[in-house]
């Protein structure tokens, strides 16, 4: 029997801990033979125990090894020229890539072969591997980062009462069943790389910075921190109905929180760059990296159709009560402007997605000197106040032929743009012009 080294073949005279980036970088390409008992040059010396010597072997693997590679190793003892020698065979396993444990999946880590030599892969090798194996969904890979600690989401599941030991790791998705941690681990950990850039402009544009900041850190710190920076710039206005103070933000709290869910589940991490969020004078945006998934359009999204890029994130966040259900976010959105004749806009393009919240209390320097009629029914309710001085929102449902609901809502809107005034209360309510 003739032993020669190739890209399938590695001779080893002993047992030494080189044998585990041998077996590994097997184990990562297309599968291999290990003997021991024979030397580089091919000559054999054979092995005193090779019971003991498939034992050592097998010990080192399961101990050093991860994700479990024993079951993919077959032992075998052959007598060549009068000495007994171990032929390991090793196949190309199904949960690649393979690594040594105190390494991690970085390349001092992960082997593969080249050629007659067992050699460190590169990280796009590795990252290869990982999507061949795990799919194409990020949450799902295992991650690169295997070093991860969990302050912030022990503390969000702890809030709720909920467990959150390695049993429960599993069940949702942030370890495999080997015990590695996958993307959506890294995601919810202090490690996480993936940050969400906020700025503040003067005015309506991005002519001139206010202040700009940068949140990192697990996703639960990031989603606390960017909501108190968003919500303390959420300023509230007051008006008087006589001696009734009425309070109005400049968004919705409603629109603001669900806008912030969305741009933090949704987004597409396999990419780094950041999200964004840019507050202007009249308007928030919520931009996420990641277009719709494929298939969607606004309109299903408009619908409450709802085809989830993370759906494990998802689930986390479902779990832990912050989101209700999939695919109520946006109307959630869209419903919290409703009353106040003001939209929300959703943009989408191949690789982005942005929602931008109008602030309620803006109103334009034109629209300050000159109000305009944003509709064609306020010109009618308008023009009916003008000439009668007054107006109930019986004489509007009336007018326009139209609901108790939208009825009160043009007259809300109108009272808000300073068109009408609002005089009285409940079954005495009217309204007058603003020049009456």
Do not use: W
């Not at 399938?8 to 008992?37: H, M, P, Q, W």
């Not at 054999?44 to 080192?60: C, E, H, K, R």
């Not at 030599?117 to 590169?122: E, V």
């Not at 009336?398 to 300073?418: D, H, P, W, Y």
């Amino acid at each position: 029997m003739i032993f020669k080294e190739s890209e399938t073949v590695e001779l080893k005279s002993i047992v030494t801990d080189d044998i585990k980036k041998e077996i590994i970088a097997f184990a990562n390409c297309e599968g291999g033979r290990l003997y021991v008992g024979v030397q580089n040059d091919g000559g054999v010396i054979g092995v005193d125990n090779p019971d003991n010597t498939a034992l050592q072997i097998s010990n080192m693997i399961r101990d050093a090894v991860k994700p479990d590679l024993t079951m993919f190793l077959h032992y075998e003892t052959l007598n060549v020229e009068g000495r007994q020698i171990v032929a390991v065979d090793v196949q190309k396993g199904s949960d690649r890539p393979y690594y040594i444990a105190k390494k991690g999946l970085r390349p001092e880590g992960v082997y593969v072969r080249q050629g007659y030599f067992s050699a460190p892969a590169t990280t796009a090798v590795i990252r290869q591997l990982i999507k061949e194996t795990d799919g194409d969904r990020f949450e799902d890979m295992r991650s690169l980062e295997q070093d991860l600690t969990f302050e912030f989401a022990a503390k969000e599941f702890s809030a709720r009462n909920i467990p959150f030991a390695q049993a429960q790791m599993k069940t949702l998705g942030l370890m495999s069943r080997d015990g590695v941690y996958t993307n959506l681990a890294l995601l919810l950990s202090d490690q996480c790389s993936h940050t969400i850039k906020a700025a503040v402009f003067e005015g309506c544009d991005q002519n001139e910075f206010k202040d700009r900041r940068e949140f990192s850190g697990s996703l639960f710190k990031q989603m606390h921190d960017v909501y108190d920076y968003i919500d303390f710039r959420n300023q509230t206005h007051s008006s008087f109905d006589k001696l009734l103070r009425i309070d109005n933000r400049d968004y919705p709290e409603v629109a603001l929180r669900e806008a912030l869910f969305n741009l933090l589940v949704h987004r597409e991490y396999s990419f780094s760059a950041s999200s964004f969020i840019r507050i202007f004078q009249d308007r928030i945006e919520f931009t996420s990296i990641g277009g719709l998934v494929g298939g969607v359009t606004l309109n299903d999204i408009s619908m409450g159709i709802s085809v989830c890029r993370n759906v494990k994130l998802a689930n986390v966040f479902y779990r832990l009560e912050l989101i209700e259900a999939y695919g109520t976010g946006i109307s959630k959105i869209i419903k919290a402007y409703s009353a106040y004749g003001k939209a929300p806009k959703i943009e989408t393009s191949d690789n982005a997605f942005k929602i931008t919240l109008p602030n309620l209390n803006y109103q334009s320097r034109e629209t300050q000197k000159a109000p305009s009629y944003q509709s064609a029914p306020e010109e009618k309710v308008i023009a009916l106040a003008e000439s009668k001085g007054i107006v109930t929102r019986k004489d509007v449902e009336t007018l326009l032929g139209t609901k108790q609901s939208s009825a009160g809502r043009i007259l809300k809107n109108l009272v808000q743009s300073g068109q009408l005034i609002r005089e009285g209360g409940g079954k005495s309510t009217r309204y007058r012009p603003e020049k009456t």
